[in-house]
T-cell receptor, first 110, second 114 residues
């Protein structure tokens, strides 16, 4: 069946370093992908999205890479800051459904 | 400020009671959604509505009910038939369902059944 998952449940990164959060998806028909950030006790916030006709999209300090060959999505955060500490999860839209991954907790080391 | 509001932030319920969670949006979005979030799991869709007076079951609709009498409002009722209602409930909206538009989420309501 369809699944969206993350390779690591927790990622610890030194402040100032770059973070890379990965996501695997299984529905090759998915045409739209979104990354969300969720801080503790709050609702998810949109970070960046990408359509399946693109390989890369950049935002402010964030980059999303899409590799359709291996059905892999990644979120890169440049110069990670304490405020980046949160759970990040990806979502895919395929067959008119949006499926959310379980999330990766990003922990910032001082 | 445009956005989605959910109330209350925390809600406690005794077993056997129905409870209604509020969700309001002033983004003029057509589509609204309710999700349930449990620890270690992704968001699971309970119900969604694409237009006023219309709504559809999601993946885990049993024990829940909704209404969409106004475009701005999409309340969720957790009934006594829901066997495990303790969870974090998230409401979301989007311009339309099935388009390249992200869903905007509210702050969530944490429901605890005592």
């Amino acid at each position: 069946g369809e699944s969206v998952g993350l390779h690591l449940p927790t990622l610890s990164v030194q402040e100032g370093d770059n973070s890379i959060i990965n996501c695997a998806y299984s529905n090759s028909a998915s045409d739209y992908f979104i990354w969300y950030k969720q801080e503790s006790g709050k609702g998810p916030q949109f970070i960046i999205d990408i359509r399946s006709n693109m390989d890369k999209r950049q935002g402010q300090r964030v980059t999303v890479l899409l590799n359709k060959t291996v059905k892999h999505l990644s979120l890169q955060i440049a110069a990670t800051q304490p405020g980046d500490s949160a759970v990040y999860f990806c979502a895919e839209r395929g067959d008119d459904k949006i499926i959310f991954g379980k999330g990766t907790r990003l922990h910032i080391l001082p | 400020d445009g956005g989605i509001t959910q109330s209350p932030k925390y809600l406690f319920r005794k077993e056997g009671q129905n409870v209604t969670l509020s969700c309001e949006q002033n983004l003029n979005h057509d589509a609204m959604y309710w999700y349930r979030q449990d620890p270690g799991q992704g968001l699971r869709l309970i119900y969604y509505s694409q237009i006023v007076n219309d709504f559809q079951k999601g993946d885990i609709a049993e024990g829940y009910s909704v209404s969409r009498e106004k475009k701005e409002s999409f309340p969720l009722t957790v009934t006594s038939a829901q066997k495990n209602p303790t969870a974090f409930y998230l409401c979301a909206s989007s311009i339309k369902r099935g388009t390249y538009n992200e869903q905007f989420f509210g702050p969530g309501t944490r429901l605890t059944v005592l």
